[in-house]
């Protein structure tokens, strides 16, 4: 991403916040094929009611698109996490015996929800595409970032109950859609005052350190499902 001055500057700088990721427990456990299907559990319905309101995101942003490129941006993003993203996780839970209706009303961990409210105040106070994006990135690039690392660190990874997550996330589908979304972001971030720039790298900063407590968090599963 050498090309997208903006964005692989906000990814160097982040790094050593991802390799943490990769370093907590929950992460190293799906690596070396330790981790209980109790914590798997756990982080699949806790992602996925962090989906269901990642979704909300968009809508802030969508409130304040002023051209039809940023709309598509926002409605292909949120089809692509609803969609794609949903098809592994959905199966797996399926195998848990649990519908996606049956989780709807479980609350938010206290991470999970921290995170959430820290892209929701970005994308609705903030001044428009360019917050809201910085705040969406770390989740989609940190994903397929780590996920690549991990299978080429530990490429048995793919033969273990994880393999189907593992694969998704470090496949091309996902990194052709981290692309498209870096480039939209660079784009919205070009330009902005200095001022505004720091304030984007603020968001995107806080918003990983986001993904780490999230990763954390998943060490210890819930106790009620
Ligand atoms: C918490 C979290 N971050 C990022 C992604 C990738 O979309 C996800 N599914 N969940």
């Not at 390799?19 to 190293?28: D, G, I, K």
């Not at 993003?77 to 993203?85: G, K, T, Y």
């Not at 998704?168 to 692309?179: F, L, T």
Request: overall charge negative.
């Amino acid at each position: 991403m050498t090309d997208l001055p903006f964005v692989s500057a906000l990814v160097q700088a982040d790094l050593p916040v991802w390799e943490q990721c990769l370093q907590t427990e929950f992460l190293q456990k799906m690596e070396n094929g330790t981790l209980s299907e109790d914590c798997f559990k756990s982080y699949l319905v806790e992602d996925s009611l962090y989906l269901r309101e990642y979704a909300k995101i968009f809508a802030w942003g969508m409130t304040k698109a002023t051209t039809m490129a940023a709309m598509r941006t926002y409605y292909s993003l949120l089809s692509f996490v609803q969609e794609n993203e949903d098809l592994t996780r959905l199966r797996y839970l399926e195998e848990y015996g649990l519908r996606e209706a049956d989780i709807q009303s479980l609350p938010l961990r206290p991470e999970n929800r921290a995170y959430l409210d820290c892209m929701i105040d970005a994308a609705r106070n903030g001044e428009g595409e360019a917050e809201c994006l910085m705040a969406c990135l770390p989740c989609m690039l940190s994903y397929g970032w780590l996920f690549q690392k991990l299978l080429q660190r530990s490429p048995a990874v793919k033969d273990t109950y994880y393999g189907a997550l593992v694969l998704d996330y470090a496949g091309p589908g996902y990194d052709a859609a981290c692309r498209a979304w870096a480039e939209r972001a660079e784009a919205a971030c070009t330009g902005l005052s200095p001022e505004r720039a720091a304030r984007c790298r603020a968001i995107f900063h806080a918003c990983s350190e986001h993904e780490l407590h999230f990763w954390e968090m998943c060490a210890t599963p819930r106790t009620d499902i």
